[in-house]
């Protein structure tokens, strides 16, 4: 899809070992342009994950990721973001493959990589119609693409970084996958952070959905998730090369540093979740 010297240059920003990735990347980057600078898609998304985490904070990236995960600002009909997705994204990808669920639409796009033998990749861009607040407000990085392929710069709204981890918690505490637990370990060492915001923001979203959660809740949670052998192979391609984690340490810095903030008593053992 892109000439492969285009796709040499950008791994200077984008610094994966396999050129798909950094090709990925670079239609991930478009993508975010393309789409924040729709004035319809710019007022009423706002980006969050990993891949906002990486693209506006954290730079260079210290893992992969391939997915835009967008957040509907006010509620309202899904039915204009779908069009406007479609009308920004389409002309240079094709057509997607979409669904709506509760709570959410996602678009599915699938092209060919410049690797011989070429790889079918994918972006999947997702919008979270049914929660609409931040809790520490929303903002606005900006963001550019310059290259030979394509450039262009664009205002994306999104969270405070305190908020996107704390989201990351969320993440870390609801699901299994160890990427969660490295954002957050890779958030604490930026020195723009701050765990009780973190914390605060986290149980605010909790709160919200009715399931608050003590620290002896979320100790042994993640004591369950730390020897769990898939839980810690879901960092393995995503790494960027040459760097290593520990995920022992990082539950350590992440339990001492935002776990013990949550009320109630440290938990004393036993049965992990």
């Known amino acids: 899809m892109i000439p492969r010297d285009y ?8 610094p994966w070992s396999e050129d798909f990735q950094v090709e990925q990347d670079m239609v991930i980057s478009r993508a975010l342009v393309e789409i924040f600078s729709e004035p319809v898609l710019a007022g009423a998304l706002a980006f969050r994950g990993g ?8 730079t260079p990236p210290a893992r992969y990721s391939e997915d835009i995960d967008l957040v509907q600002i006010e509620p309202g009909p899904a039915g204009p973001l779908m069009d406007g997705v479609r ?11 979409w669904k709506q669920s509760q709570g959410r639409v996602t678009f599915g796009y699938r092209f060919q990589s410049e ?3 070429a790889m079918r990749l994918r972006l999947k861009v997702e919008i979270n ?3 609409h607040f931040a809790v520490l407000g929303f903002t606005k990085r900006p963001f550019s693409v310059e290259s030979r392929w394509y450039s262009g710069r664009a205002d994306i709204s999104t969270f405070e970084l305190d908020e996107l981890l704390a989201t990351k918690m969320r993440a870390l505490y609801q699901r299994r996958k160890g990427r969660d637990l490295f954002d957050l370990a ?6 723009r952070s701050d765990s009780g915001r973190i914390a605060a923001a986290f ?14 809740m979320f100790e042994r949670n993640l004591a369950g998730k730390i020897g769990d052998a898939r839980f810690n192979a879901d960092m393995s391609a995503l790494l960027r090369p040459r760097f290593e984690w520990c995920p022992e340490e990082a539950a350590q810095k992440v339990s001492e540093q935002l776990i013990s903030l949550l ?10 979740a």
Request: aromatic share 12%.
């Open 7 to 14: 796709i040499t240059e950008w791994r200077e920003r984008a």
């Open 51 to 58: 891949t906002a985490f990486y693209k506006l904070y954290l």
């Open 87 to 97: 009308s920004v994204l389409d002309p240079w990808l094709g057509a997607a493959r």
């Open 115 to 117: 690797d011989v033998p």
């Open 129 to 131: 119609t049914r929660e």
């Open 186 to 191: 890779m958030g604490l060492e930026d020195e």
């Open 203 to 216: 149980r605010g979203y909790m709160d919200r959905e009715s399931t608050p959660v003590t620290r002896a």
């Open 263 to 272: 009320p109630g008593d440290p938990w004393k053992g036993g049965t992990a």
